[in-house]
């Protein structure tokens, strides 16, 4: 895929959140773990170094208690810079003031292996963080069919059950991360099932 500026590899920047444009051939989507409240000072470091950068966050105004009033970038997802790259190209990545590590996939077919993000998976959170104005949360693991959670809060809290249903999320509409449904099976009779945020979910490891 070709950018704006004629780059291969990275999707060009769906909102003003990018903080950085370029890109080098056969770059893709990784994700570096960097220091606390560092988000945006990596992105700028590693911008000085021509890299694409993206931090996924979101204006909004802040209050504090003797009445001041702020718009401020709130960081929807902590300790994370999204990195567009080569291969190759991380270890110089790693070396930049602020960056720890990057995330790493334990779960993929070919053992671990650094994660990489799907450009079109990339274009949607920038779309959705751009196009909105309501809250945007993060749920950190992705809820499935099947997946056995806590409730965390709420009514409910303490319950354990299953997930019956679990949909994704439609292109700029915040409000679908409250689009989930908790099974409870009584075997000899059926199931009861009720609606519920993700955000009150926690999976149960197994």
Request: overall charge neutral.
């Amino acid at each position: 895929m070709a950018d704006m500026n004629g780059h291969m590899g990275c999707g060009a920047p769906g909102s003003a959140d990018v903080d950085v444009a370029g890109g080098v051939p056969g770059a893709c989507w990784f994700v570096a773990v960097v220091s606390h409240n560092g988000e945006h000072a990596v992105a700028r470091r590693l911008g000085e170094r021509g890299y694409v950068t993206y931090v996924a966050s979101q204006r909004e105004m802040r209050v504090w208690r003797d009445g001041r009033r702020k718009e401020v970038d709130r960081v929807v997802i902590p300790s994370t810079v999204f990195v567009c790259c080569a291969e190759h190209e991380r270890r110089d990545v790693v070396k930049v003031q602020g960056v720890s590590r990057f995330l790493m996939n334990r779960a993929g077919a070919g053992g671990v292996c650094p994660a990489v993000v799907p450009d079109v998976q990339m274009d949607r959170l920038r779309f959705m963080l751009g196009a909105t104005d309501r809250r945007v949360e993060f749920v950190e693991r992705p809820l499935r069919a099947g997946m056995q959670v806590r409730v965390v809060r709420g009514s409910l809290r303490g319950l354990v059950g299953e997930v019956v249903y679990a949909a994704e999320p439609e292109v700029g509409v915040a409000d679908d991360v409250s689009s989930a449904r908790l099974l409870i099976r009584l075997d000899i009779l059926g199931c009861a099932t009720v609606k519920i945020s993700p955000l009150d979910l926690q999976p149960i490891d197994v």
